[in-house]
C-alpha cells in the first residue's frame, strides 16, 4: 500500500486533472465509486435537476459486519462536493488550473483546498482503516454531490430527502470543507448560522419631482423603518453563535430620471440568523415595524438554510481526540463563515460537523493545499473512524 500521503496526493491529482465546475462532476464520483467498490461498498447513483443542469449525486455505503445484529450499528458519513468554482480568467494562473502542479511545497489546482483533497482523504482513510479493521462494527458511507458550489437544490438536500424517505439512519457526519485557518485541525466547524433573504417592495406613487405634494415617496416612507431595523437587536446569540445579523444587501428604485418620484422601492436583504432565533420569529418581529410605519409593502421571504449545532459529544470528542493525536493542536470549534451542505445533512443526522485543510485560497486564483496538511488529514479522518468502532465494539 502507498504512504497516506502518496496515496492521497495521488488521488487528489486526479481529481483535479477532471474539470467539474458546477454542476459538472467530469468523471469524479466514477472514479471514487470504482474504489469505494473494491471495498464493499454498494454505491448507487442519484441524478437530479433539468437536462441543461444535470447534478450528479452519489450514495455508497459500507455495512458493520463486526458484530452481531448489524442492523442497530451506527453510521458515519463522509460528505462532500465534486464541483468546483469557475476557474476565473486563466491568463492569471501561474499554472492550467486542472492541471495539477507542484510549486513551493504546494499543490496547485482549482479545487485543491475546496475540496478535492478532503474527497482523496476520505478514500484513503477509509482504505486504510479497512486494512486495518477488515470487520468494522460502524456502517461507513459518503455523500458526494456535484451541486455544492451551485443552486445546491438538486445536489445532497435531495439524496437526504430520498434517505429519509426510506427510513436509512445516521449517526454522525463529517464534511470536508476547509474548514483550518494555519494548519489542518486548527479549526472545525461544529454548526452554522441559518440564512433568510426577504425582497421587500415598498409602493408609492409616482409623481413629478416638483410636485410631492402629488406623490407619495416610497424611499422616503422606507427610510425610517429601514432605519429601526438596523437598530434591532434581534437576539444576544449563545455561547457558539454570534448575534443574529440583518443586512441590506441591495436596493432599486426610481426610473433613472432626476424629476420623477419614483412608484416603489424594491430592498433586498439577508438574516444570518442563530438557534436563539427561528424564521417564523425573524419574519413577525420585522412585518411588525414595516407596519408600525404605515408602509403598503409586498415581501417575499426565501430561507437558505436552517442554523444547526453539534455540541461537544461522540463526534465532537473523537475529532478533538483525532486532531490532538495526530497533530498535537486543540482544536477550536467554530460556527462562523457561509452555509454548506451541512444545513441539509442536520436535518437527518444528529451529529454534523465540518473538517478540512487551509481556506486561505478557495475559490480564488492559484488556488492550492499545502503538501503537509495532506497526510495529517488523511489521518485524522482515518482515526475518527478508528474511534468510533472502537466505541462500536466495546
Not at 198 to 219: E, F, S
Not at 240 to 258: D, I, K, L, R
Not at 295 to 316: A, K
Request: charged share 20%.
Amino acid at each position: 500500500m502507498l504512504h497516506a500521503a502518496n496515496a492521497t496526493l495521488q488521488l487528489t491529482e486526479q481529481l483535479l486533472s477532471l474539470a467539474s465546475v458546477t454542476p459538472q462532476d467530469a468523471g469524479c464520483q466514477a472514479l471514487i465509486a470504482q474504489r469505494l467498490q473494491a471495498l464493499g461498498f454498494v454505491c448507487e447513483t442519484i441524478d437530479s435537476g433539468p437536462d441543461d443542469f444535470q447534478v450528479k449525486n452519489l450514495w455508497a455505503k459500507r455495512k458493520a459486519t463486526g458484530r452481531e445484529g448489524n442492523a442497530s450499528a451506527k453510521t458515519l458519513v463522509f460528505a462532500g462536493h465534486t464541483d468546483v468554482v469557475p476557474t476565473g480568467p486563466l491568463a492569471q494562473w501561474d499554472s492550467a488550473p486542472f492541471s495539477p502542479s507542484h510549486r513551493d511545497g504546494k499543490l496547485y489546482g482549482r479545487g485543491a483546498s475546496d475540496m478535492k483533497t478532503s474527497l482523496a482523504a476520505f478514500v484513503v482513510a477509509i482504505e486504510e482503516f479497512l486494512a486495518q479493521t477488515p470487520e468494522p462494527a460502524l456502517n461507513i458511507a459518503l455523500l458526494l454531490t456535484s451541486d455544492e458550489e451551485g443552486p445546491a437544490v438538486d445536489g445532497t438536500v435531495v439524496v437526504c430527502k430520498a434517505l429519509k424517505a426510506r427510513g436509512e439512519v445516521l449517526d454522525y457526519c463529517i464534511v470536508g470543507e476547509p474548514t483550518s485557518v494555519e494548519r489542518t485541525g486548527d479549526i472545525i466547524k461544529n454548526g452554522r448560522r441559518g440564512t433568510m433573504s426577504g425582497k421587500l417592495t415598498v409602493k408609492g406613487v409616482q409623481g413629478h419631482i416638483a410636485y410631492p405634494h402629488m406623490a407619495d415617496n416610497p424611499i422616503h416612507r422606507a427610510a425610517p423603518a429601514l432605519a429601526e431595523l438596523v437598530a434591532v437587536r434581534w437576539d444576544e446569540g449563545n455561547a457558539y453563535f454570534p448575534p443574529t445579523s440583518w443586512q441590506v444587501s441591495n436596493m432599486h428604485g426610481g426610473t433613472g430620471a432626476s424629476n420623477v418620484i419614483p412608484g416603489e422601492v424594491v430592498i433586498d436583504f439577508n438574516f444570518r440568523f442563530s438557534t436563539e432565533s427561528t424564521p417564523e420569529s425573524l419574519q413577525s418581529r420585522l412585518a411588525a415595524v414595516l407596519d408600525k410605519h404605515g408602509l403598503r409593502y409586498e415581501l417575499v421571504w426565501t430561507i437558505g438554510g436552517l442554523p444547526f449545532l453539534t455540541p461537544p459529544g461522540t463526534l465532537v470528542d473523537a475529532v478533538r481526540d483525532a486532531i490532538r493525536d495526530e497533530t498535537g493542536l486543540e482544536t477550536q470549534l467554530s460556527t462562523t463563515g457561509g452555509t454548506s451542505d451541512g444545513r441539509f445533512l442536520a436535518q437527518i443526522c444528529p451529529q454534523v460537523i465540518e473538517l478540512g485543510p487551509p481556506n486561505a485560497t478557495i475559490h480564488k486564483i492559484n488556488e492550492y493545499v499545502a503538501l503537509a496538511d495532506i497526510e495529517p488529514l488523511t489521518n485524522i479522518y482515518r482515526r475518527v473512524l478508528e474511534r468510533l468502532h472502537a466505541q462500536a465494539a466495546a
